[in-house]
């Protein structure tokens, strides 16, 4: 459709026009020109009309300059993609896939996204492009009323569908991410347990044979279990008392992607770990000779700590140890480096 009125934005390249369409009243026949602007350019030999949103001449020009520093980095137009919200949502997923993220984190997502799934199509929300953040709302009190999540839980699955439509965005699916100007304040964690040492004496005292290095390593060098999991017998050092920590995460590595070393406590851990068998390469094995299974691991300590007449047993997990840890070398007021010297 021809513009009329047609006027040339000065310094643009590709060189662009901004004018009116024009329209036919169904109802009396007549031609009228509709108010807002439009951009005319040519690219790559084709013609090409995008609409400015805009009413005001000036505005009109803004948005034309906008444009065309779009056009000169090389973005065209989006069009809106045709995909549903289970397509772009399982598309999503085989991108966290590809990411190799931790497995931990994969279950995650694939939980959260399949509900998002159930949900949008109950509420015959076919296509990604039409979902709005009236929808996000609705989806919101879905999970609080119906699926009875807890306000961490939501702001954790509200960010998720956010990052998917961001994602979505960012590569062709969509022309716009309509969920992009809201924003969702932080619910902060609660209040983590943290093990005293006396509590930790007691575990110690009460706990299996074979569970006894696992828990003291945790207590006593900080580390997270996937680290004490896939730690080898090459990585400790009796020589220099230090652990070598490189392994744990996703893809191998620790969480926060550093090696780091580990002071070997002399008296509570060395030896301990000096009178482990070495079946294997890894340090620490269940009775039955496999790998350490953490579901299994803490599913005990919450039981030990119910036998030790604890509070509130089943607050306590694994990674206690590692705030308790934080704890024993803040009291001291002692560096990282020194703390077990």
């Known amino acids: 459709m021809k513009l009329i009125d047609k006027q040339i934005v000065e310094a643009t390249k590709p060189t662009i026009y901004i004018g009116k369409r024009t329209y036919k009243n169904k109802r009396t026949g007549q031609v009228r020109v509709a108010k807002p602007y439009w951009a005319e350019y040519f690219s790559n030999g084709r013609q090409y009309q995008e609409p400015l949103g805009v009413t005001n001449m000036t505005a009109a020009v803004r948005a034309a300059y906008a ?6 980095r090389g973005q065209q137009k989006v069009r809106d993609s045709r995909r549903t919200v289970q397509e772009l949502a399982d598309s999503y997923y085989a991108r966290c896939e590809a990411r190799s993220l931790a497995r931990k984190t994969l279950v995650k997502y694939k ?25 996000l709302f609705a989806y919101r009190n879905y999970l609080a009323e119906q699926c009875r999540l807890s306000e961490k839980s939501m702001y954790n699955e509200t960010i998720v569908i956010k990052q998917l439509f961001k994602w979505a965005a960012k590569n062709g699916y969509l022309s716009r991410n309509l969920l992009e100007p ?18 930790v004496e007691l ?27 896939q730690l080898h017998w090459e990585d400790v050092d009796f020589d220099h008392n230090v652990v070598h920590i490189h392994r744990g995460g ?30 294997c390469e890894l340090v620490f094995l269940m009775p039955d000779g496999r790998k350490v299974s953490p579901k299994k691991l803490r599913r005990y300590l919450k039981n030990l700590c119910r036998q030790c007449g604890f509070e509130n047993p089943w607050q306590y997990k694994l990674h206690t140890f590692r705030h308790f840890f934080a704890s024993y070398r803040a009291q001291r007021n002692l560096s990282y480096k020194y703390v077990l010297e």
Not at 67 to 72: D, H, P, T
Not at 111 to 128: D, P, T
Not at 182 to 199: A, G, N
Not at 203 to 227: C, D, H, K, Q, Y
């Open 67 to 72: 444009l065309a520093e779009r056009l000169e």
């Open 111 to 135: 939980g959260q996204l399949e509900r998002f799934k159930e949900w949008s199509k109950s509420e015959s929300i076919r296509r990604a492009r039409t979902f709005s953040p009236d929808d």
């Open 182 to 199: 809201l924003r969702f304040e932080k619910v902060k964690s609660p209040k983590q347990p943290c093990f005293t040492i006396e509590q």
């Open 203 to 229: 575990l110690l005292s009460n706990a299996e044979r074979w569970t006894v290095p696992m828990f003291t390593t945790l207590a006593f060098t900080g580390m997270r279990i996937g680290e004490l999991q």
């Open 250 to 279: 996703s893809g191998s590595r620790p969480k926060d992607k550093e090696d780091g070393f580990i002071p070997i406590h002399a008296r509570k851990l060395k030896p301990l770990l000096q009178s482990l068998p070495r079946r």
